[in-house]
């Protein structure tokens, strides 16, 4: 398990575990992931440390929470954080690439504003920006090369702004393009290339490799072909349950935020529809994964190979009313995909808390590496041996705006969630009566025991970490005689 190995790393952007088969959907076609998480060790309970695509992809890539590497949003909606990745923190390229590595990126990379995978000795070309990059040069080459029909959407899906001025958020449309031809395959067909050239180096000089495809979907706008488009019928679709939200006794800033992606604004059946369009993106991005699993068998490098799948986080989707992700802490953005394949481990389930971040010290531990220093996450090559999973019975994320500055941080155990928002109202959950997360019981007395527990277990937790937000709830918050002395001392020689 600690032997030196290669590494395929595959990532999507927004996703839902709910689309997949191998996580209990019954009716989309996944068959590539179904097939690794059968053959690999599947995360029940695996998060990402903040909704958030650029500080999530940075915490993979430092191995430290948000509030630690200061990359706090993205950079197209940066409200004050840092831009691009301290000089100063630890990145996972440079021991991979010390030990002999080849190391390759594909994709989606969206870890600052300006510097890209080749900015840390990678190959791989930068794509800059949160979504499909449409009209790269790169693109537009290979479309013409390979005599592929231009980008272009037809019948488009809009949203409708809630001031009054006219269309909102683009939400969906059909491609005038078949699969071939989309970013997805492009992405894949990139993938390929370094893929190949790595398996010659592993087999002529023994040089092991980590390769990594990102790509942008199943992201809104769902933009794809008629033949994934249509793939599900939308009367086979459920609505979620949290659709019934009302959001009273919830942050008012959810209501808000409903009403800027004007989740109401469509009907049921359109909803549906949308939902059937995202399981077809789902299906399209499977689809090009199965491509790279199978060349990994055909270049003879399957036992030889780790693969890890995930997303840098979830998507609402119409869930809680509410579309894309934002200042709410629901387990549909926060709960994503964690596939894990090692050649030689058994397959199994993992109920265990674990994130993103862990990922950082796993694919080290792969290549027979320590972790960095410093390093907040936990390897989880010890749970793909079948170790018992200590301390892993509760996980702390946090969120700090998208859109607009937001600050949030939840703690979550085995059956209930506290969501403290400095801003507005706090939330409480009850996970085994309320699974949909409708009911905020922060407010109710039977539950006033469950909260001042949960409420001391956050605030250790954020000063063990160091996380400044522990300071507001040092006076903010229900935490008894649990309070931390004043870090500075001034307190004390105020007296």
Not at 15 to 22: A, F, K, S, Y
């Amino acid at each position: 398990m600690t032997s030196p190995r290669n590494v395929l790393f595959l990532m999507t952007d927004q996703h839902r575990v709910d689309t997949l088969g191998c996580y209990g959907n019954p009716v989309i076609r996944t068959p590539a992931l179904d097939g690794l998480a059968a053959e690999g060790t599947r995360f029940d309970r695996f998060y990402t440390p903040t909704a958030i695509c650029t500080p999530a992809r940075a915490s993979l890539f430092t191995g430290l929470h948000p509030f630690r590497h200061g990359l706090l949003v993205n950079p197209e909606r940066n409200g004050g954080g840092r831009d691009e990745v301290a000089e100063h923190d630890p990145v996972l390229s440079e021991p991979l690439l010390a030990a002999g590595y080849n190391m390759g990126h594909v994709g989606k990379w969206h870890i600052g504003r300006e510097r890209g995978p080749e900015r840390y000795g990678m190959d791989g070309e930068h794509l800059p920006g949160a979504l499909n990059p449409f009209h790269h040069p790169s693109y537009e080459r290979w479309l013409k090369e390979k005599g592929h029909p231009p980008f272009a959407v037809e019948r488009p899906v809009f949203g409708k702004a809630a001031n009054g001025t006219g269309r909102g958020h683009l939400i969906a449309g059909r491609l005038r393009q078949p699969a071939e031809a989309t970013m997805e395959a492009f992405l894949a067909d990139r993938t390929l290339e370094l893929l190949e050239r790595y398996a010659r180096d592993f087999r002529d000089s023994g040089r092991p490799f980590m390769l990594s495809c990102h790509w942008y979907g199943p992201h809104l706008p769902y933009l794809i072909p008629d033949e994934y488009y249509s793939m599900y019928d939308p009367r086979s679709v459920p609505l979620p349950a949290s659709m019934a939200e009302t959001f009273d006794g919830k942050p008012e800033v959810q209501r808000r935020y409903s009403e800027y992606w004007s989740a109401d604004h469509f009907d049921a059946d359109a909803w549906r529809e949308l939902i059937a369009a995202y399981w077809g993106y789902v299906s399209l991005i499977d689809a090009q994964i199965g491509r790279l699993l199978t060349a990994l068998r055909e270049l003879g490098l399957w036992d030889d190979t780790a693969v890890i799948f995930t997303a840098d986080h979830g998507e609402f989707t119409g869930a809680h009313r509410l579309n894309d992700k934002g200042p709410a802490m629901y387990e549909d953005i926060y709960r994503i995909p964690g596939i894990v394949r090692v050649p030689g481990a058994t397959a199994r389930t993992v109920d265990a808390f674990a994130t993103l971040i862990d990922l950082n010290p796993t694919i080290l531990g792969l290549a027979g590496l320590p972790p960095r220093e410093p390093c907040d996450g936990e390897s989880l090559l010890p749970l793909l041996s079948g170790a018992p999973a200590e301390g892993r019975d509760s996980v702390t994320t946090e969120f700090h705006g998208h859109h607009f500055p937001y600050s949030q941080r939840m703690f979550r155990d085995r059956r209930h969630k506290l969501v403290f928002n400095p801003e507005g109202v706090h939330e409480l959950y009850d996970l085994d009566s309320d699974p949909h997360e409708l009911r905020n019981v922060y407010a109710v007395p039977a539950y006033a025991e469950v909260r001042r527990d949960l409420t001391v277990r956050l605030y250790r937790e954020l000063l063990r970490r160091g996380d400044p937000a522990y300071t507001w709830m040092s006076y903010m918050a229900d935490i008894g005689e649990g309070r931390a002395p004043d870090v500075d001392g001034v307190a004390d020689e105020l007296g």
